[in-house]
């Protein structure tokens, strides 16, 4: 049986929440996975031996881990890999570092996967407008996307082995700017409330935070509002060529529905949408809609969440 690797996403110290649903996907797909934890040290490798149903945690260790350059991280990567299926997140690193390492060993790549049933994957494409189903024969690179599968409980205790690679880096990152918001990121979050070209002035997104606050919910926007405003940061976008989303209710708010837009959220559980004009394409694609201004829309909603989750 073709082994599966689980390629772990860091945060602080600590694997991050999605690679205890990659942990998952691998079980589905074929079996308990070895988990490559890569980092400048073998700190987040104890967290991912937590994490229930992972076999072998592999600490990849290498100087080139403390800036991301695909090249580098795929070749120390590929090293410290076995052969198998490759798992990665659908972030955008793991996208980029899936279609590296797929190259480097020479088998297919299937991107930003949705579903896995008997085997079967099913993904995207062509923006979201159809899906494909891929069957998988032998060795492959998979990423899955965050929020598809639950994620696999703590209670592990793997052994863990740290092997150290490096690789030469061909470009570094000289600054960090510090994110404007230290929200929850969109690409992780289980509810989102996103903002559009309709909300008409940044300062508006407020509103938007303060059901976010109540409802436990991450901030995001329509590129139109991203480009339109320096207040809202790339990092809120969602779409075609922003982030790509999968939360279990996204709300949009004087937001249109453009098809890039869609690409990012169409797979959402339960999509909600507030817009003033009953024609707007968002409408099409959304399980509840509200036909209002936001500012008649939004102060109702937030009381009634209040009332509700206290
Ligand atoms: C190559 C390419 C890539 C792109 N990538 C992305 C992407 O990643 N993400 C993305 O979002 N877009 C993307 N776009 C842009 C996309 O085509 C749309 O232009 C964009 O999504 C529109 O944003 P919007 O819905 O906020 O604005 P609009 O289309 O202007 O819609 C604003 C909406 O707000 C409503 N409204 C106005 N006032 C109110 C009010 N007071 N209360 C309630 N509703 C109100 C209006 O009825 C309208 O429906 C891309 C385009 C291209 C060509």
Redesign the pocket.
Known sequence: MTDMIVIAETKEGAVSLVTSELVSAAIVLGGNPTVIVPGVNDTAATSGAKISGVSKVIACVGEQFSNYDAAAWASAIDACAPAGVIICAATQNGKDLASRLAARRAVSVVQDVVAIDEGVLTSPIYSGKAMQNVSLHGDAVVSIRANTFSPSSDGGNAEISVMNQSADLKTAVREMIAKASERLDVAEADIIISG???M?DPANFAHLERVADTLGAAVGA????VDAWEEISHSM??????KTVNPSLYIA?????????L??MRTSKYIVA????AE?P?FQHADYGIV????DALPILESELKALLG
């Open positions: 559009g070209r309709g008409q329509s590129r139109a509002a976008q969602v779409g075609q060529t922003g708010v004087g937001i249109s529905g453009a098809i890039q837009h690409a990012g507030i817009n003033k004009d707007a968002i209002a201004t936001w500012q």
